[in-house]
């Protein structure tokens, strides 16, 4: 078992940048890969960013491709978020997400054990 918990939501404007945190605890965090799923409201949670448990290679969702940037630091079993350049359409509650390395990293919430509860962005104009 794995828990998850998020921090640093907030409120920006438009064109600023926050950093989502992710402590995670219980199993060994270097065995899982991470990821940053968001939901806004009305829509389906969708994929935003995934990292290998090694942190040797990154994927992410084209909207927020050259402005998000994910990262771990295994010694302080922390997943990170950077973003900047944010947008309005970037308001949504953002999840963070691990499964075990030895699956497949995939773009769908099918695909991914466990959960945290998120963390609240709104970026205003």
């Known amino acids: 078992q794995v828990q998850l918990v998020e921090s640093g939501g907030g409120s920006v404007q438009a064109g600023g940048s926050l950093r989502l945190s992710c402590a995670a605890s219980?199993?060994?965090?270097?065995?899982?890969?991470m990821a940053w799923f968001r939901q806004a409201p009305g829509k389906e949670r969708e994929f935003v960013a995934a990292?290998?448990?090694?942190?040797?290679?990154?994927y992410y969702a084209e909207s927020v491709k050259g402005r998000f940037t994910i990262s771990r630091d295994n010694a302080k079993n922390t997943l990170y978020l950077q973003m900047s350049s944010l947008r309005p359409e970037d308001t949504a509650v953002y999840y963070c997400?691990?499964?075990?390395?030895?699956?497949?990293?995939?773009?769908?919430?099918?695909?991914?054990?466990?959960w945290g509860q998120g963390t609240q962005v709104t970026v205003f104009s």
């Open positions: 997400a691990a499964v075990h390395r030895s699956r497949a990293i995939v773009d769908v919430t099918t695909g991914w054990n466990y």
């Open positions: 990292i290998t448990w090694s942190g040797g290679s990154t």
């Open positions: 219980g199993r060994a965090f270097s065995n899982y890969a």
